[in-house]
């Protein structure tokens, strides 16, 4: 019996999965594997795709369409880290009324 090490084995799967790819790729949504894959890829395309479906209007509130309140970025997400700068500008605008 040949004696391989577990990387050699994990290597040799691998090669495997990358020569059948084409047999069990079809089992797996494109856009699960962009979303997993490369999510950069998946944003980005989605504000292209939203901006080429001009006849239609996302309602505002989702992920995408998200204007933080605390520190006003409307380019944001609901889990991001707010700049403390901006936080500090966005209040005072607030206060001016020029928000
Ligand atoms: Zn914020």
Redesign the pocket.
Known sequence: MEKITEDEMIEAYEDMLNETKDSWIQDYEGAYILKEVDPTAYDVGYSDYEDSVSDTTVIEGGDYDYT?D??G?DD?DKD?V?DPK??LVHKVDKIRGED
């Open positions: 933080c605390e520190c970025d944001a991001h707010c901006e936080k």
